[in-house]
């Protein structure tokens, strides 16, 4: 029988060793973050030198993809991430990190899979969790983007963006006290936080609490003057309070700043629009809907502005094409909604999504098009529909009368 000494002494020994194995992982730790902190520090130029030196250096690599995200240019750094996980295939911050930079790309399913791929090797990825509640936001499926922002929520609750992200699904639901409470919490915690001042104001426009949006919204303009989405906001609100010439000039004043803050923002173009149309300058007024339209294709109020402006100034046959137009689209877009109600509350329901995918193809959302019929090609291969909508996405675009009007030519 062993003795008791001999046991200790074993004991210590594998003490001792566990203690240097653990050490030695701490020490690769240190020396990792200081490697990944120094590479951070580094222009764009910089790394692009050294990651020609160094080809197999995945920091070097991953961290060249993140300045490329910063950059905006995307396609550039979905080529560095890939080129980390092909030499470290279970890196789930890498696969989060490209699943934002296919989001932005608007190519959702390459988006949801390396998102899946992030949560399926960390389940409790806090981070991983509130890109997909985004990434549902932008598909169209705000439920489910609720209950992935709520558990980003609860794993990290300290993070601002993911409150003002949850804040946004809740409006998407219409629960805009839920929204104001989410925003409201981002705010204790970054009382500097544009985002949620913005939200906040948002939700109370939403509730007809207007006196409240505007101070909250002047708030945020205050802290960010320039910042679009405020002035956009403040200038809704101000709408629908205006009653005399001169508060209906304070809301031009107000949107024309969000316009030059952003120019490729629809809605800006469409409220100064409406504005015009109110003062009786119907020509200004057609110009800022057609550009609105330009902007934002699918931006159906737009659409109906225009007809309103076309019978303003005389050209009536113009304005019947455009309300056949606007009719055709209006169902349709009900449809979607319908659509994306039931897809939302049965996940299964694969008739739906492929009548969807068709409609999504027919007002040109193609990327939401994709993410649904390679749903149906690798889940329900022997869907009926399953490849139509693939290959009108094939078919080569055409001009059609609607694009005529809405870019100011006369059929």
């Not at 794993?155 to 805009?176: H, I, K, W």
């Not at 929204?179 to 970054?190: I, V």
Request: charge should be positive.
């Amino acid at each position: 029988m062993e003795s008791r000494p001999t046991k200790l002494k074993g004991l210590l020994l594998l003490l001792a060793l566990a203690a240097i194995i653990a050490a030695g992982a701490a020490g690769r730790n240190i020396w990792q973050g200081k490697q990944e902190a120094r590479l951070r520090t580094m222009s764009t130029t910089e790394l692009e030198a050294l990651a020609k030196k160094q080809p197999a250096s995945t920091p070097t690599l991953y961290a060249l993809g993140l300045a490329y995200a910063q950059e905006e240019k995307y396609p550039s750094a979905v080529k560095q991430f890939l080129a980390v996980l092909d030499k470290e295939p279970t890196r789930a911050d890498v696969l989060n990190d490209l699943g934002v930079a296919y989001l932005l790309q608007a190519r959702y399913y390459e988006s949801l899979v390396a998102l899946q791929g992030a949560l399926q090797l960390r389940p409790n990825y806090a981070e991983a969790y509130a890109n997909m509640g985004r990434l549902h936001i932008a598909t169209k499926m705000p439920f489910t983007a609720v209950k992935e922002l709520e558990k980003a929520d609860k794993l990290e609750p300290n993070s601002v963006a993911t409150l003002c992200d949850l804040g946004q699904a809740y409006q998407r639901t219409l629960n805009y006290r839920f929204a104001l409470t989410a925003f409201q919490r981002a705010m204790e915690r970054d009382k500097k936080s544009v985002q949620s001042l913005v939200g906040a104001g948002q939700a109370y426009y939403a509730m007809t609490q207007y006196d409240k949006a505007e101070e909250t919204l002047k708030q945020a303009i205050t802290l960010a003057p320039s910042d679009a989405n405020a002035l956009l906001a403040l200038g809704r609100v101000q709408w629908e309070r205006a009653k005399s010439d001169e508060e209906l000039k304070t809301v031009q004043e107000t949107l024309e700043r969000a316009i030059r803050a952003d120019q490729e923002e629809a809605e800006g173009w469409y409220m100064l629009g409406r504005v015009k149309s109110r003062q009786n300058k119907h020509k200004e007024a057609l110009e800022m809907q057609r550009r609105a339209l330009r902007i934002s294709p699918e931006h159906t109020a737009a659409l109906y502005q225009l007809e309103r402006c076309l019978r303003a100034v005389g050209r009536t046959a113009d304005a019947d094409r455009v309300a056949k137009i606007y009719e055709k689209r209006k169902l349709h877009g009900r449809r979607e909604l319908q659509l994306e109600e039931m897809i939302t509350h049965n996940t299964n329901d694969w008739d739906s999504r492929a009548e969807l995918a068709q409609l999504y193809i027919e007002s040109g959302k193609h990327a939401l098009a994709v993410l649904l019929c390679k749903r149906i090609q690798e889940e329900k291969p022997d869907h009926p529909m399953s490849p139509k909508p693939l290959q009108a996405l094939n078919t080569p675009a055409t001009k059609t009368e609607a694009d005529a009007l809405l870019q100011g030519a006369t059929p």
